[in-house]
């Protein structure tokens, strides 16, 4: 069987209509009324509950469906100063001059979002020369 990725783990209560997510590891979320549960993060995905929507999103290979669920965390601003929290944006809401400073100081070692980086900066330079 081969590993599908996950790229967002979430669920909607169907009791209650809460639309709840795990963001890492170990992250278990209830919704509202008690009755169904997320946990697992990205790496995996376990949900609780008998009446929910499985809103998850798996890794198909499309850029753009990587670029709108894959998440980064921030926890300094552009001038090195530390976040009071970290800051999560989806890839395709990140700053080109953060994800180029990613991979030129080698701030990410996994080689799947390095991927997903490389891709998302070719896509906009070709937007553009165009």
Same mark, same amino acid.
């Given at each position: 069987?081969?590993?599908?990725?996950?790229?967002?783990?979430? %669920?909607?209560?169907? +009791?209650?209509?809460? #639309? /709840?997510?795990?963001?890492?590891? +170990?992250?278990?979320?209830?919704?509202?009324?008690?009755?169904?549960?997320?946990?697992?993060?990205?790496? @995996?995905?376990?949900?609780?509950?008998?009446? !929910?929507?499985?809103?998850?999103? $798996?890794?198909?290979?499309?850029?753009? /469906?990587? /670029? #709108?669920?894959? #998440?980064?965390? =921030?926890? $300094?601003? #552009?001038?090195?100063?530390?976040?009071?929290? &970290? /800051? @999560?944006? &989806? %890839? *395709?809401?990140?700053? &080109?001059?953060?994800?180029? =400073?990613? %991979?030129?100081?080698? +701030?990410?070692?996994?080689? $799947? +979002?390095?991927?997903? !980086?490389?891709?998302?900066?070719?896509?906009?330079?070709?937007?553009? *020369?165009?």
């Amino acid at each position: 069987m081969e590993y599908k990725r996950l790229l967002y783990n979430a %669920i909607k209560c169907n +009791y209650c209509n809460d #639309k /709840i997510g795990s963001a890492n590891r +170990y992250d278990y979320v209830s919704c509202k009324c008690g009755k169904s549960a997320v946990d697992g993060g990205l790496e @995996y995905q376990h949900l609780t509950g008998d009446n !929910f929507t499985n809103l998850a999103v $798996f890794d198909n290979g499309n850029h753009a /469906i990587r /670029i #709108k669920h894959l #998440k980064w965390g =921030a926890n $300094f601003d #552009k001038d090195m100063n530390l976040l009071p929290k &970290t /800051i @999560y944006k &989806t %890839i *395709k809401n990140m700053d &080109t001059d953060h994800i180029q =400073a990613i %991979i030129d100081d080698k +701030y990410c070692r996994d080689p $799947f +979002y390095l991927e997903v !980086f490389t891709e998302e900066l070719k896509r906009r330079l070709k937007s553009v *020369k165009l």
